[in-house]
């Protein structure tokens, strides 16, 4: 089970940093930063981030509880 709460986080974290730095370089065009730029945003950032690793940490851990059982039977 922690293997899959480890694997959903790292994934999560994976995809919310990377879709970051895409928008920093393709939306900002390397001018200024997103979290100097608007404050609120990157508090939702966080918090955004900090939701999905949550959410993707128990889809992890529920789908390989999932196949630990399916194993078993």
């Known amino acids: 089970m922690l293997a899959g709460i480890l694997i959903g986080v790292v994934v999560s974290t994976l995809v919310c940093w990377g879709l970051l730095f895409f928008w920093g370089a393709v939306g900002l065009r390397g001018r200024g930063s997103l979290f100097d730029t608007s404050p609120t945003i990157a508090n939702a950032f966080f918090i955004g981030w900090a939701v999905i690793a949550a959410i993707s940490a128990l889809v ?4 390989l509880k ?5 194993r078993t039977e």
């Open 60 to 63: 992890g851990a529920m789908l």
């Open 66 to 70: 999932g196949k630990r059982r399916e």
